[in-house]
């Protein structure tokens, strides 16, 4: 089954402890993103990967930091998490083709990430 | 990009149709619209997409008007399952730079289908 998934699915840290969500995509899709989901803000884009070891930030990208060793994997790595990192975290993968087909993304069930 | 407009709720019966209007009176000739769905806190779902001719998948049907200022998702037979938030989404489908890919989700559409 085509799929991302992502672990931990729930996660309760402290302040400054380095923490790694991992995310997986079993299609070979080239393009894989992680966005953060907070009520009111809709979701926003953290970093973006289009391919093996080619990775750039999004719009939220402070905090944060991703690899991509590998075309499988997306972990996003928060070196010292703070409470405004509290949030429900997604990844996504796609294609990495152009044309209209690069909005058809397949997302993670998602990770929620208290900080305290 | 062309902004969106859809309303924040809406309430359909089981065994309905839902439709679901988006308006984006800004869209350009080369925007696609996108709809996806988000179930309560699931990762959101990738629906359909169209350009301006009607689309159907084995999830819904996708009516953009001739003028393509707005269009209707349309579920044809809602289950309760379809409760979800619904976003419509425009996006320029060739363009390349470092917004390419990126999905921006609005408030979208709560949708709750009751029995």
């Known amino acids: 089954e085509a799929q991302v998934t992502q672990n931990p699915r729930y996660l309760i840290t402290v302040t400054g402890k380095k923490l790694t969500v991992t995310c997986s995509q079993n299609?070979?899709?080239?393009?894989m993103s992680w966005y953060r989901q907070d009520p009111g803000l809709g979701l926003r884009q953290i970093y973006y990967?289009?391919?093996?070891?080619?990775?750039d930030k999004g719009d939220v990208p402070e905090g944060y930091k991703v690899s991509r060793k590998e075309k499988r994997n997306f972990p996003l790595i928060l070196e010292s998490p703070s409470p405004n990192q509290t949030s429900l975290y997604f990844c996504?993968?796609?294609?990495?083709?152009?044309?209209?087909?690069?909005?058809?993304?397949?997302f993670g069930p998602g990770t929620r990430l208290t900080v305290t | 990009d062309a902004k969106t407009t859809q309303p924040p709720s809406m309430d359909c019966a089981e065994g309905r149709a839902a439709n679901l209007p988006c308006n984006h009176s800004?869209?350009?000739?080369?925007?696609?619209v996108y709809w996806y769905r988000q179930i309560h806190s699931q990762g959101p779902q990738y629906i359909i997409h169209g350009l301006k001719n009607n689309e159907t998948n084995e999830m819904a049907s996708l009516i953009i008007t001739e003028d393509r200022k707005s269009s209707t998702l349309i579920l044809p037979h809602a289950t309760l399952r379809d409760t979800a938030v619904y976003y419509c989404i425009v996006r320029v489908g060739n363009a390349g730079g470092t917004s390419y890919g990126k999905l921006t989700f609005g408030q979208g559409t709560i949708l709750t289908v009751h029995p």
């Open positions: 800004t869209i350009s000739g080369n925007e696609y």
């Open positions: 299609m070979n899709h080239e393009y």
């Open positions: 990967s289009m391919n093996v070891e080619v990775t």
């Open positions: 996504a993968s796609r294609p990495g083709r152009l044309g209209p087909t690069a909005y058809e993304q397949y």
